[in-house]
């Protein structure tokens, strides 16, 4: 199991970054959150099988068809694993 905090830049907010993240999400059986950043990124904890991580972490080089993704940061989370997967509020 793997667990990764990530910051995602470009155009995405305001394209529907986070309901396509969730959905991908999802759709792979993670778990973890997506939420907008006041600095106009996109974060998102994501959690579960390594293969299935990894593969979303590439996912997110793609986003909707609106938007412009110019950088994903990786980093490990530093909260625990959660079951499902949701939209925060933007912090």
Known sequence: MKSVQV?????????????WTEQAARQRGLAGWVRNRRDGSVEALIAGADDKVDEMLGYLWTGPTASQVDGVKVEPALEPMQLGFRVLPTA
Request: aromatic share 8%; net charge positive.
């Open 7 to 19: 910051r995602i830049t470009g155009l995405v907010q305001g394209v529907g970054y986070r309901a």
